[in-house]
C-alpha cells in the first residue's frame, strides 16, 4: 500500500497513529526520510517504507 499510493497511515492505538511514505516525495522540503519496520503477524520486524522526520530528532 505505501508502494503504490505513496504513503499511508497505520494506527498504533486508539489515539496514535504513523504516518509511513515511499519516498522524499510525501514529506516537506525540510524533512529527511528514515527507514521503518512495524511488526505483523508473523514477522517482528517488516519493512514498511519511511517516516518523514525533522533533521536531528
Same mark, same amino acid.
Given at each position: 500500500? $505505501?508502494?503504490?499510493?505513496?504513503?499511508? %497511515?497505520?494506527?498504533?492505538?486508539? &489515539?496514535?497513529? *504513523?504516518?509511513? %511514505?515511499?519516498?522524499? &516525495?510525501?514529506? #516537506?522540503? *525540510? #524533512? %529527511?526520510?528514515?527507514?521503518?519496520? $512495524?511488526?505483523?503477524? &508473523?514477522?517482528? #520486524?517488516?519493512? %514498511?517504507?519511511?517516516?518523514?522526520?525533522?533533521?536531528?530528532?
Amino acid at each position: 500500500m $505505501v508502494s503504490s499510493e505513496g504513503a499511508a %497511515v497505520l494506527s498504533t492505538g486508539p &489515539n496514535t497513529y *504513523d504516518r509511513y %511514505v515511499s519516498s522524499q &516525495n510525501s514529506c #516537506q522540503l *525540510d #524533512q %529527511v526520510l528514515e527507514p521503518a519496520w $512495524v511488526p505483523t503477524s &508473523n514477522t517482528a #520486524q517488516c519493512p %514498511v517504507g519511511y517516516r518523514c522526520r525533522s533533521p536531528g530528532y
